[in-house]
C-alpha cells in the first residue's frame, strides 16, 4: 500500500506541474493576444481617421 501511495502522490504532483505549466504557457498566450485585441478595439473605438502612424506609435 506505501507504494500506491506513493504513487498516488507522485501522480497528483505531477498533474499539478502540468496545471502548473499549462497555466503558465495560457497566460504567456493570453496577455500578448489580449493587449493586441485592445489595442485592435482601441483602433476601432478612435476610428479610421486616426492612423497608427499618425498618433505617433511608429509602426
Excluded at 507504494?3 to 504532483?13: D, G
Excluded at 502548473?20 to 485585441?37: K, M, N, Q, Y
Excluded at 485592445?38 to 498618433?55: A, F, K, M, N, S
Aim: charged share 20%; glycine share 8%; net charge positive.
Amino acid at each position: 500500500m506505501a507504494t500506491l501511495k506513493t504513487l498516488t502522490q507522485i501522480s497528483e504532483r505531477r498533474e499539478l506541474r502540468m496545471w502548473i505549466l499549462g497555466l503558465v504557457g495560457a497566460s504567456i498566450v493570453a496577455v500578448p493576444l489580449f493587449i493586441w485585441v485592445y489595442q485592435r478595439r482601441l483602433d476601432v473605438l478612435t476610428g479610421p481617421w486616426i492612423t497608427r502612424d499618425e498618433v505617433g506609435d511608429g509602426h
